[in-house]
């Protein structure tokens, strides 16, 4: 079955930086776009970031635009977000989730996420 | 603030039918499939209804999803304990070239 687990999370002081990572199993993962979304305590889901299956295609929130940075490798199956000068803001659980389809369909599996705490 | 609005939380009884309304614009709704997500607590969401009204594989057909124009439906019938849970809508934005999602509604059964 299709199965995603995040790690990398952690805690980490304002300003410095975290590599999130993604691996995937139980389906042709260079098939299918990859999406990274993101839950601070307590609220919604917001969407952070969608690279397309091949890599070329990449979107990001305006939250998170020139400071985090997607990428992939389909030899190894998995996803990864490069979160740099991180906020107070960025505190939340961190969820990959896969696409439906090769571009940008929607997500349909998620994994079980990974926390981020920003704090001095 | 949620570029797509969510009406306040329902709550209904064994038994009932809940709807959950979600209002978008033009370049969200209006124009992309709509999704939405079931996250019970303590776990990772769950997709519910993909492109408007379609329902994945092992999802009840107790769900139901519906769009006209810029807002989006979800209905449940049937209502169980277990459908407690916050409940989000989603789509592609043209005008922010990204995804966006509802504040979501938390649902309740008494």
């Known amino acids: 079955q299709v199965q995603l687990v995040e790690s990398g999370g952690g805690v980490v002081q304002p300003g410095r930086s975290l590599r999130l990572s993604c691996a995937a199993s139980?389906?042709?993962?260079?098939?299918?776009?990859m999406h990274w979304v993101r839950q601070a305590p307590g609220k919604g889901l917001e969407w952070v970031a969608v690279?397309?299956?091949?890599?070329?295609?990449?979107y990001y929130a305006d939250s998170v635009k020139g400071r985090f940075t997607i990428s992939r490798d389909n030899s190894k199956n998995t996803v990864n977000l490069q979160m740099n000068s991180l906020r107070a803001e960025d505190t939340a659980v961190y969820y990959c989730?896969?696409?439906?389809?090769?571009?940008?369909?929607?997500?349909?599996?998620w994994g079980q996420g990974t926390a981020v705490t920003v704090s001095s | 603030q949620s570029v797509l609005t969510q009406a306040p939380s329902p709550s209904g009884t064994p038994g009932q039918r809940v709807t959950i309304s979600c209002s978008g614009s033009s370049s969200n709704i209006g124009t992309n499939y709509v999704y939405w997500y079931q996250q019970l607590p303590g776990t990772a969401p769950k997709l519910l209804i993909y492109?408007?009204?379609q329902r994945p594989s092992g999802v009840p057909d107790r769900f139901s999803g519906s769009k006209s124009g810029t807002s989006a439906s979800l209905a449940i019938s049937g209502l169980r304990s277990e459908d407690e849970a916050d409940y989000y809508c989603?789509?592609?934005?043209?005008?922010?070239?990204?995804?966006?999602f509802g504040g979501g509604t938390k649902l309740t059964v008494l």
């Open positions: 139980g389906f042709t993962f260079s098939g299918y776009a």
């Open positions: 492109r408007n009204n």
């Open positions: 690279i397309s299956y091949d890599g070329i295609n990449k």
């Open positions: 989603a789509a592609w934005d043209d005008s922010l070239s990204g995804w966006v």
């Open positions: 989730a896969k696409d439906q389809g090769t571009t940008i369909s929607g997500m349909d599996v």
